[in-house]
């Protein structure tokens, strides 16, 4: 696994992580972003939590979706 984030320059602790798994790959998070609503689906958090969330997660999926030449595998094609 590959560390994309952390809390301190030395890469400990991760926050968000990305790993192979077959042809593609996957992600494990545990930033507060991810963490904008209760069991149920309820908004939890802030209206600037939940702006600084969908911020974050639209730059994630421009990452994820990206040209992955800078990666050691190339993700699996979309199933869409």
């Known amino acids: 696994m ?11 602790p991760p926050a968000l992580l990305e790993g192979a798994h077959g042809a593609g790959r996957f992600l494990v998070s545990s930033l507060t972003v991810d963490k904008i609503h209760d069991n149920t689906g ?5 209206a600037q939590a939940v702006d600084d969330s969908m911020a974050f997660y639209l730059a ?3 990452y994820v979706t990206s040209s992955p030449s800078h990666r050691s ?7 869409r």
């Open 60 to 62: 994630l999926a421009g």
């Open 73 to 79: 595998r190339k993700p699996s094609a979309s199933r």
């Open 42 to 46: 309820r908004v939890v958090q802030p």
């Open 2 to 12: 590959r560390v994309l984030m952390a809390c301190a320059a030395s890469g400990f």
